[in-house]
């Protein structure tokens, strides 16, 4: 969305991909949309909400939904409880490829996939050029720019431009965060997870070579994992207690009365079953015969791997394979060993749905999903304080003068590399300050994802996809104004006039700075 609103307002931009999909977490690492309770009225930028009616409609068009699905407005392909929108990512890939597509033809956008940043250059403050690698021929190209967004899934130009920046953990001195550790580890991050995609034919076997780290994930026991990651039990993310999930495939649902975690809607015993948690294809929204099976997605807890840190690491690599590991060691747990509602052991008929996610080597996600990403050190550093429901209570989180953005959700932090158990709180409906997309040095880079100016802690809450799109348009915006006023983002922010303009023509777009304020209840 950066490389789109910067090319639709008159900015040539080339945009590089790392992989061949279009889209990042949505696509490439398989994650439906995490969102908020109100998406369906309000809480996003117009482009997002067109996004989100976009992949609903390329369902109707070109999928066999039943006639009552075809007609809700609100239609949830998956019908799945943690996202009113949980879909195949192709859809999306369609969807974004529909986005760029004139702006390719006029000449405007230029577009190299499979392209990963690995040099930059610069001049005093100033970025000049950032050189990137075809992960298909090795071939380099160097890319010359006035302006750069970072808009990949852990910064990766930050190192490269000697763009300053954190990672890991910030003491609680440095930051005042109740939730803050006592002591900085830049190495103590999220976990990441390799998804994969699930549907299940009874009638036949598809279980795959046990994997060779199969033996050690079984027998490890972490805290708060009684019968570790290879079961039905995990941890509460906030009482931290065991809890017995449940497994089967392809229930007799209503997939219209599932509705997200966010709502506390419970659905019988339904809440419990995992293969409703985020399946993306709920056979029962489509005419009989076209999808024999459901197909679920599965991101839960059991595939969160804290081995390591997937970056500024010298083992990044061998825990990006790590990573790997453990997700095919739970599916071949499922296959085998899970327990089964009739007493039995294993449900081999599961099968690997790696087309669904773009045909990777091992079936799995292109991509792991990243949950924490280098974040710059900014203008302006969210903190616990300024969201936090225990701390700000009816007061609501900060409202920013130079907001350019909205979210919501909790501060939702997994088991970390360093040890750290899950932390969970609870947040005020939020607000996006322009301060946390401006470097503190560099002129001009911006941020254009989850890499802003939070903290390992507020980075829980602002991770999230809805967030990030807001990010990137933002910051699209923000290059074309710079660019039509010779200013700089921070000279932007620093001044009375230009930030009012600023903030007036994102609007005008369609982006909202505020949350609705409802009294007299």
């Known amino acids: 969305m950066a490389a789109v609103t910067a090319a639709r ?45 976009s992949v609903r409609e390329y369902y109707r068009r070109h999928y066999p939904l039943t006639d009552a699905a075809s007609r809700r407005r609100a239609f949830n392909p998956g019908g799945a409880k943690v996202s009113d929108l949980c879909h195949e990512p192709r859809v999306t890939v369609a969807v974004l490829e ?134 039905l039990t995990a941890p509460h993310p906030k009482t931290r207690k065991p809890v017995q999930h449940q497994f089967w495939p392809n229930p007799d649902d209503d997939p219209t ?26 056979r029962a929204n489509f005419r009989p015969g076209a999808y024999p099976s459901d197909l679920t997605l599965v991101n839960w807890p ?8 997937v970056f500024d690491h010298p083992d990044a690599d061998a825990h990006v394979r790590a990573a790997r590991e453990l997700s095919r060691s739970f599916l071949y ?14 449900w081999p008929g599961l099968r690997l749905r790696g087309d669904v996610l773009g045909d990777a080597d091992d079936g799995l996600a292109k991509t792991p999903y990243i949950r924490e990403s280098r974040r710059i050190r900014a203008e302006h550093t969210i903190v616990e304080q300024e969201l936090s429901l225990a701390v700000r209570g009816a007061a609501g989180a900060v409202s920013y003068p130079d907001s350019v953005g909205v979210g919501m959700y909790r501060i939702d932090l997994h088991p970390s590399t360093g040890g750290d158990p899950y932390i969970d709180i609870g947040c005020c409906p939020f607000e996006l300050p322009l301060g946390a997309l401006v470097p503190i040095r560099v002129e001009n880079l911006l941020p254009g994802a989850k890499n802003i100016g939070t903290t390992h802690i507020t980075n829980g809450a602002y991770r999230m996809p809805l967030m990030e799109w807001n990010i ?48 007299g209840y």
């Open 257 to 282: 009365a599932i509705r997200p975690d966010y709502a506390d809607q419970r659905v019988g015993s339904m809440d419990r079953n995992l293969w409703t948690f985020r399946r993306i294809a709920a």
């Open 333 to 346: 747990w499922l296959q085998t060993e899970a327990p089964r509602p009739d007493g039995g052991t294993g």
């Open 472 to 519: 990137g348009e933002v910051t699209g915006h923000l290059i074309a104004f710079c660019a039509q006023h010779k200013a700089t983002p921070r000279q932007v922010r620093a001044d009375e006039e230009l930030l009012a303009d600023f903030l007036r023509e994102i609007e005008e777009a369609g982006v909202e700075r505020h949350w609705p304020r409802i009294a």
């Open 98 to 231: 529909n986005l760029v597509a004139p702006l390719r033809g006029s000449g405007q956008l230029r577009l190299l996939m499979e392209h990963e940043p690995v040099a930059a250059e610069t001049d005093g403050d100033r970025i000049t050029a950032v050189t990137v690698r075809s992960r298909r021929t090795g071939a380099s190209t160097t890319i010359s720019a006035e302006w750069v967004i970072d808009a990949s899934e852990t910064g990766e130009v930050l190192p490269l431009a000697g763009v300053e920046y954190v990672t890991g953990t910030e003491a609680r001195a440095e930051t005042g965060e109740p939730h803050a550790a006592e002591v900085a580890d830049p190495l103590n991050m999220q976990p990441v997870s390799v998804c994969f995609v699930l549907d299940h034919q009874p009638e036949e076997d598809h279980t795959i070579d046990r994997p060779e780290g199969y033996g050690l994930y079984k027998a490890d026991r972490t805290v708060d994992w009684p019968n570790g990651q290879l079961s």
């Open 9 to 53: 307002r008159g900015i040539r931009v080339t945009l590089t991909e790392t992989t061949d999909w279009l889209g990042g977490v949505l696509t490439a690492q398989g994650v439906p949309p995490d969102e908020h309770f109100w998406i369906e009225q309000f809480g996003s930028t117009a482009t997002y909400r067109d996004y989100r009616n």
């Open 302 to 309: 059991q595939i969160d791997y804290w081995g390591g840190p």
